[in-house]
């Protein structure tokens, strides 16, 4: 169902540790930006997994204007069948809770008069980021995200669609299994999610420190002088460290982000390969933004030293010009969700 | 991770959730809720309002003037820390420490408390990563006494305008204005501008004149709508008007007598405003230009008007952290100063009901009297250490 009449929508975009909240406007702004806590098992720890759920579909709820025909649109952090509105698990807001959960089902039940659109957040970033002009005539787009999780997801701008498979899903990246070295040697760390060698094991927010650690533990005089060991040992903040050392030339740090970064050009290396017609692979998330230029020019790197059989060597550009990495705000899950429910979601 | 909490009787739901009560912004009015309390996340603080105060923008979001959509509104008062999620630094990090958060951050916009963040008209306020890592919660060395706290904020700000409008060495200001941030003015000049300087307050209504007449400061002269002739020493003139009254007060200014002329444009401005007599000159701009204590020195513009005076101009949004040091340390100082700006002292569930009445009406008045300033108190609950697994 589309909302073609609507000049407002109300969008969420729902995080395991923030609720963002916005008007979105038909000539795509973003108005009256709000945000509360996320009704998470770690902000209430006293709360059952129903309540917690129920405490979410309420504030979704009481925060939707009472106007004629009001239309949200909700991007969430988790599995999810948009077709539907089930949500598969999420670990930030639930735990280990893995129930199937019919967020829109709870949601219509409490505010019947509201069109729910629901899309997972990454295909929200998508959708805005899509949206952009120069991206018009792509034939695909590929969107990742590399921040505490690792997903990504492709568009067909064609027919504007994101295909899934049978269960809904589709670019869960950050669970492949990927082979990563440190320091010279292979090296095997253990996922959020429990398993062993997976990509967000060592290029995820969390894995990147974890990466760090293990550099630590394997070059130690190194470490100790590094401009990252003597920071953190003063008890600088990793990430703020891994930055400023970066910005430094720091050659420790170099090493440390080639490393993180060489499964991720491993993985978005293979989609290309597979995939010829993805024009544009678009880079986003709170890792990238925090490292900025430094993170293109490590992944650039991999991509330049072992690129597309042929195709790198016959056209050296290819890569080059297929790889984007955005700024803060250049994909949006709040204004992906506003896309989402002012077409009626994704095909 | 230790993470600081209440083991108080916090009202909880029947499932053991603990809750708090809030004002909540909804359809018809202001309601008195029981929300949930959140545990900070890592960065995060979770504060236990003592005392807040109402001002004349949260007035004006009540009244549907305003698009800010956080429910709970409120960006004036003390508060003292209940709990700090893991990264928190140390000196935030004792229950019971009283702090003041600046409502204000310079450069993250997702950060404006009480306005797209809820407030501190709640009985817990978690306090965002953004404001705790950038310095924005101010723990307090002395505490004023109890209800002044609702005036540490205001206060601030009008430090603020006297600390720009001192760098031209006035020795006449003229405040137009006669809500809280007037009566604040007139009452800190002489501390801020030095003793000899001369202080004219504006009055816009016969019963803002009465009022002030009834509680004269002194040294203070107050007027309603003129100003009678002034000398030839620098004058300065703040503008501590709505957002609406602004152009005509700054209209008024520009037609001052005396000497060399500095004008705050504190009272903000409606979109689009402008002078006849200063063509050509951002309004909004020339305020937009000082944030939250940023840059020093301070920013000014200096303009020729078009019957040829030149006048320097300025203004800011927010206050800097030293501001609201300051503010608390003055107000620790000369109490009586400033008592008599807090009109009306309540609870909660009264405060409900003033706000909803304010919602409706454009009147001032409350209970039977003019309101400066609503502080609305929340019943202390000293927290206790409780470590978490």
């Not at chain 1, 649109?73 to 598969?88: C, E, M, N, P």
């Not at chain 1, 440190?182 to 999610?193: S, T």
């Not at chain 1, 650690?213 to 190194?222: K, M, N, S, T, V």
């Not at chain 2, 600046?102 to 009985?123: C, I, M, R, W, Y």
Request: aromatic share 4%; proline share 8%.
């Amino acid at each position: 169902m589309s909302g073609g009449s609507v000049t407002a929508i109300t969008v969420f975009d729902v995080g395991g540790t923030h609720v963002r909240r916005a008007t979105w406007l038909r000539q795509g702004q973003l108005r009256d930006r709000s945000s509360r806590p996320s009704p998470s098992f770690k902000r209430f720890p006293a709360a059952t997994v129903a309540e917690l759920q129920d405490m979410m579909v309420r504030e979704l709820c009481e925060a939707v204007p009472r106007t004629p025909e009001p239309v949200v649109g909700i991007s969430f952090g988790a599995a999810l069948d948009h077709r539907t509105g089930l949500v598969y698990a999420s670990a930030p807001l639930w735990g280990e809770h893995s129930e199937p959960y019919d967020l829109r089902a709870a949601l219509t039940a409490r505010r019947g008069d509201v069109r729910w659109h629901i899309v997972n957040d990454v295909t929200a970033a998508l959708l805005h980021a899509a949206a952009a002009t120069d991206r018009s005539r792509h034939r695909k787009v590929l969107l990742a995200t590399i921040s505490s999780g690792i997903a990504c997801r492709v568009i067909d701008q064609r027919q504007r669609r994101i295909p899934v498979d049978g269960c809904g899903l589709q670019g869960e990246i950050g669970h492949l299994p990927v082979h990563a070295e440190l320091a010279g040697r292979p090296i095997e760390l253990d996922c959020d999610c429990g398993k062993p060698g997976h990509l967000a094991a060592y290029a995820s927010g969390p894995g990147i420190a974890r990466m760090a650690d293990a550099l630590a533990g394997r070059e130690p005089a190194r470490w100790a002088v590094s401009g990252l060991g003597r920071p953190t040992a003063d008890g600088t903040g990793f990430e703020s460290a891994l930055r400023r050392a970066l910005d430094a030339s720091d050659d420790l740090a170099g090493e440390l982000l080639d490393a993180v970064t060489a499964p991720v050009a491993a993985v978005l290396r293979t989609a290309l390969c597979l995939d010829p017609e993805l024009d544009e692979v678009v880079l986003t998330g709170g890792v990238v933004h925090g490292l900025g230029h430094h993170y293109r020019r490590a992944l650039m790197g991999h991509l330049t030293r072992q690129g597309l059989y042929l195709t790198s060597e016959r056209s050296p550009d290819w890569l080059e010009q297929r790889i984007t990495v955005t700024g803060p705000g250049e994909a949006d899950s709040l204004a992906g969700a506003g896309i989402a429910a002012s077409a009626g979601g994704p095909a | 991770m230790s993470t600081a909490r209440t083991s108080t009787a916090d009202p909880t739901t029947a499932a053991g959730i603990p809750t708090h009560r809030a004002l909540v912004r909804e359809p018809g009015g202001v309601r008195l809720r029981l929300r949930p309390t959140p545990q900070p996340a890592p960065g995060e603080l979770l504060v236990a309002t003592q005392v807040a105060g109402l001002c004349g923008t949260d007035i004006q979001m009540l009244r549907g003037l305003r698009d800010d959509p956080a429910p709970v509104i409120g960006h004036e008062g003390i508060a003292r820390v209940v709990a700090a999620g893991p990264g928190v630094p140390d000196a935030l990090r004792r229950p019971g420490t009283p702090v003041v958060v600046n409502p204000t951050h310079a450069s993250d916009p997702s950060f404006l408390l009480g306005h797209n963040v809820d407030g501190l008209l709640q009985e817990r306020t978690l306090v965002p990563a953004t404001a705790v890592r950038d310095g924005l919660v101010v723990p307090l060395e002395r505490e004023p006494d109890a209800v002044l706290g609702a005036l540490i904020e205001p206060l601030a700000a009008v430090r603020y305008a006297l600390a720009l409008l001192a760098t031209s060495r006035p020795r006449t200001l003229v405040v137009y204005g006669e809500g809280t941030i007037g009566q604040l003015a007139v009452r800190a000049a002489r501390h801020r501008l030095g003793d000899g300087v001369r202080v004219l307050l504006v009055h816009h209504t016969p019963a803002g004149l009465a009022w002030s007449a009834r509680r004269a400061v002194s040294g203070v002269e107050s007027t309603l709508g003129s100003v009678p002739p002034l000398g030839p020493e620098p004058v300065a003139a703040l503008l501590a008007t709505p957002r609406d009254g602004t152009p005509d007060a700054l209209a008024a200014a520009l037609r001052l007598g005396g000497g060399e002329l500095t004008v705050d444009l504190f009272g903000g401005l409606p979109p689009g405003a402008a002078d006849p007599l200063l063509p050509g000159v951002d309004l909004s701009a020339v305020r937009a230009a000082n944030c939250a204590g940023q840059p020093v020195p301070y920013a000014f513009t200096t303009a020729d008007t078009t019957d040829g005076r030149r006048v320097r101009l300025t203004g800011h949004r927010g206050v800097g952290n030293h501001h609201l040091a300051e503010a608390a340390a003055e107000l620790c100082r000369y109490p009586d100063t400033y008592r008599d700006l807090v009109t009306h002292v309540v609870g909660p569930s009264e405060a409900a009901r003033i706000m909803t009445d304010l919602s409706t009406g454009p009147g001032r008045t409350v209970a039977g009297s003019r309101l400066v300033k609503l502080a609305v108190r929340f019943a202390p609950a000293p927290p206790e250490p409780l470590e978490s697994p």
